[in-house]
């Protein structure tokens, strides 16, 4: 299937029923379908081929996303621009990436006037929500869609035609685009399809709360398929994600770790807010810490579900189903709470040394993927693409392990391990034994210059609101749980760590204060 089809099937499932709700006002798969088929044909008129670059700037909208899947309908392809990202930041994407074409709303009119000039190949700027004083080349999108059919075009497809050009951050600061097509989109669906069940005659309710130019986009179109509805946050605010759970019957929603967190600090959270319409809440995209997931089952109920996927592979290497927390009627293990699931049945799954050989059950290695998920490759960086995909392997740069069980285990990415005085460190042990301290909110342990031994651990930490621990108190800590090769040198505490859009610790941000003016060897 393209991935229009999705939607497409959820159209003719329902066609008259709500496919959106954004402040509550419903939008009907009609209205969103038809749309979407006069942006298509509009885009098809000014004679663009096939896999033309197109970028949507704007924060959670029906109408922007209804953009999106108008490139799609047209089978071009679309470049997620974060709304939260600074304008140079999205200058280089959309140029690296050759954008077309550009979607945006108003409020970033005045930004992107002024970037224009250094945008000479998009031919096409329109304008979702009006059209704002000052740029003569734009148009609003309700002008420029008038007189297009409302009727789906007629469009030759392939599987590997390339739907979604994605940035993701190098080591060098410059990001690579992901290549991702119909077949790995389509894929993805499958899989997240395949975990989510649900019964004849029920229809899914996806809250989109995370920026829809991110995870929350895609996991919303396995919720379109089903002809179910997808009511969107157009804000970061957490009385409004709240809210819309019980007033909307949410079934389904993903939220990233540190959100999570900060959701389970709100006093009495499981008395104030009613969480029972809930079948999967979906949290992934950074480790969570095995005592805040065990707090979250007690708060929100037996229904977390984590997942496990890269830009390169979207969103479905692995997941672990609500069911899976528990064994034999009980919570699970601690070592079961902290895998990513068993890998998706459409992939191939192993783990493999440096000499690109597979382990024996249990051993560390690389994480590798192959199959459908996997991207076609970084744009236009075919030596980049050679170095990640090897014989039809993707190497993740993740680093973990399979257990006896089958579960897979991230233990860290290959270049956040820390080499201290000869021994392998591996971070996110240390932030597990951290996280569950009760005045932790959240940590980041990264490796830090020291004459000694090359590399020292050092943890970085927010406290709780209003509560204390000191450092020496956390470094006995993992002292007792992990000895003292892994614990903690020092421990520096910090109002906020840095953080992408959709709330990952920015590592490489972090390390850089700790090493400037000092090369890293690994």
Known sequence: MAIIDFFDRGWRINPKGAAYIQDDRRYSFDEVGELSCRIANGLLALGLQKETKGAVWAVNDVTAWTCTLGLWRANMCWIPVGARNAAEENLYVLDAFDCEVLFFQKDFAPVIAELQPRLPKIKLWICIDGEPPGFPTCRSLADWVKGQPATRPRVAVDMDDVVMLSATGGTTGMPKGVMNTHRSTHTFCAHFMIACHYGAGEKPVNLAAAPMTHTAGLLSVPCTARGGTVVVVTKPDPALLLGAIPKHRVTELFLPPTVIYRLLDIPDLGRKVDFSSLKYFMYGAAPMSVEKLKLAIEVIGPVMMGGYGQTEAP???????????????????????????????????????????????????????????????????????????????????????????????????????????????????????????????????????????????????????????????????????????????????????PRSPVGKVLKKDLRARYWQGTVRKI
């Open 315 to 497: 969103a479905s290497i692995a997941y672990l189903p609500p069911d899976e927390h528990f064994a034999d009627g009980r919570l699970a293990s601690d070592e079961r709470l902290s895998s990513v699931g068993h890998p998706n049945p459409l992939i191939s799954v192993e783990i493999m040394d440096d000499a690109n050989q597979v382990l024996p059950s249990g051993g560390t290695g690389e994480i590798c993927v192959r199959g459908d998920l996997v991207m076609k490759g970084y744009y236009k960086a075919p030596e980049k693409t050679a170095e990640t995909i090897v014989d039809g392997w993707l190497h993740t740069g993740d680093v973990g392990h399979i257990d006896a069980d089958g579960y897979l285990h991230i233990t860290d990415r290959k270049k956040d391990m820390i080499i201290s005085g000869g021994f392998n460190v591996y971070p996110s042990e240390v932030e597990q034994v951290i996280w569950g301290h009760p005045a932790v909110q959240d940590c980041a342990v990264i490796g830090v210059p020291d004459e000694k031994w090359g590399e020292a651990v050092k943890a970085v930490v927010e406290l709780n609101a209003g509560q204390q621990v000191g450092a020496d108190e956390l470094i006995a800590l993992c002292k007792v749980r992990l000895g003292s090769v892994k614990a903690p040198k020092s421990v520096d505490f910090v109002d906020a760590l």
